[in-house]
């Protein structure tokens, strides 16, 4: 999506967040975000009385131009949390779990 490259990383993050709590709603759950811009989590998501903690995370484009995963890991006090991370890929505004194995 040519429109998306144009913004700052900053502003393709808040893309990602829009297009996350949509998919969430659309998946059923009830989504509360955070309200600052800093933090381990961006929203919390909560759906048949389970809550997920969840970090939005933006694809990117590598020099090649070729779409990759970018860095797709937790940190230390995201795994703690047991923070879930949600890929969003910028081209076709597609989201999806992350799996973060052990």
Known sequence: ??????????????MA?????T?????????FQNSGCTGPIDM??????????VDVKTM???KKNTLYRGKMSR???QKELNVKLLGFNPDTRK????????
């Open 75 to 77: 940190t230390a006090e």
């Open 95 to 102: 989201l999806r779990w992350v799996n973060h194995g052990k």
């Open 60 to 62: 990117s484009r590598d």
């Open 1 to 14: 999506m040519k429109h998306i490259k144009k913004h700052s990383k900053s502003r393709k993050g808040d």
């Open 44 to 53: 919390i998501a909560i759906k048949d009385g389970d809550t997920t903690f």
């Open 17 to 21: 967040e829009f297009y996350a709590v």
């Open 23 to 31: 998919w969430l709603w659309d998946h059923g759950y009830e989504v």
